[in-house]
């Protein structure tokens, strides 16, 4: 009975096996199919070298220096002083080929800064290639080679991929061509810090420097992803990889080939993630949105009559659960198109229209001046404020508001309080002096968090704030 009962077990085990092994997704042909469609990028630079620190030597007329002393000496260069020279090409990155008449995605930081672009093809043809144009903010750039009946890959549909999904990426890591790797997609529509206008696919997919600018196939053999970034501590893969959607990248294609650079839509608005405690301090059930620190000047929110504390819910009919959605969002939509935007104002949802603009280029603000000076001290939060100079208000673009002088322990040190932060808004009401905020303070309920608006070392940003 026994020898039964283990065969029995053995059995069931190898059958598991079995079955696991067939589970589990085959590469081979995927690979076969689709690798003759990247490609290895390499780049050269114009560089301007640095005399050598030795003393000018000129000969005699009519004698010469024997060349192998020849590095030993400085010469004479004339009046265009030190010499461009070009560095020998550097491989730093892959990309796939999208059209047989020689068009190639890759990322733009693979090629910025670049005098010379060569790709190697999968036969081992080198040509030089066009940057046709190159988006920063999305880290796209598409190239141009001379050549016609080139392999392509199939660009699929990012927006179905799912997690827990099977994805293949061929790259050219460390300058190791048509290096395959293989894992799952861990999430979607994730933001980065600095990154804003792109949602992520993250995967456990192995990616190193070199990979940079190459596919994510899903087992269709289909491109869903440009493979883009790694989080890292220590310079390789750490098991987190980022991949632009190839929804952003066809997008971000089709505007480069018409004009060679891209538009985007621009709101106005400076916002921030909605915690637990602002969530209860705006009177949310639950944290979600994107909460408004700050409707910037001349904008199209604040020509829509958007306002700072308002919590944006959806935009266009998407919600929006987390703040690093609405970047995703407006920046897809073309300027000069109207958006329905839906916002929780005073604990009420409503509509507004918002006509949306143009983003301007980066540090392109509005800064605003005036005021008076007077000290008080708001002894319900133990902190000591003045009114706000005109030095602080265009330093840190504000209008209106007072300025933190003083911390003491109490609720304004609880919420978070330093000196320094200037408070613009406190429950929903706007502050422009110092008698303002006294009034508003002296009204404050007990045991019940407000919101406070303030700006800090010029970043504004919401923060709960609770008497006891």
Partial sequence: MKLVRATFSLVLFCLCISSAQAALPEFR???????????????????????????????PEGQEIPEIFKHFFRFPQGPGGNAPRRKAPQSLGSGFIISEDGYILTNHHVVAEADKVIVRLSDRRELEAEVVGSDKRSDVALLKIDATDLPVVKIGDSDKAEVGEWVLAIGSPFGFDHSVTAG???????????????????????????????????????????????????????????????????????????????????????????????AESF???????????????????????????DIIYSFNGQPIDRSGDLPHQVGRIPPETDAKVGVVRSGKKQFITVTIGLLPAPGEELKAANSKSKQSSA??????????????????????GVVVRRVEEGAGAESGLMVGDVITMLNGEEVDSVETFAGVVAELPDKKAVPMRIVRRGSPMFVPLKLK
């Fill in 283 to 309: 009177g949310l059930d639950k944290p979600e949105g994107a909460l408004v620190a700050k409707v910037l000047p001349d904008s199209p929110a604040e020509a829509a009559g958007l306002r700072e504390g």
């Fill in 379 to 400: 002894n319900r939060l133990n902190i000591q404020i003045s009114a706000l100079d005109d030095q602080l208000r265009e330093r840190l673009s504000v209008t209106d």
């Fill in 29 to 59: 042909d995927l690979v076969k199919q689709t690798s003759p469609a990247v490609v290895n990028i390499s780049t050269v630079q114009q560089v301007q070298t640095q005399a050598q620190a030795v003393p000018e030597f000129q000969l």
């Fill in 184 to 278: 799952i997609i861990s999430a979607t529509d994730r933001s980065l810090a600095n990154e804003t206008y792109v949602p992520f696919i993250q995967t456990d997919v192995a990616i190193n420097p070199g990979n940079s600018g190459g596919p994510l196939f899903n087992l269709s053999g289909e491109v869903i992803g440009i493979n883009s970034q790694i989080y890292t501590r220590s310079g390789g893969f750490m098991g987190l990889s980022f991949s632009i959607p190839m929804s952003v990248a066809m997008e971000v294609v089709e505007q480069l080939k018409e004009k060679g650079s891209v538009s985007r839509g621009w709101l106005g608005v400076i916002i921030q993630e909605v915690s637990r405690d602002l």
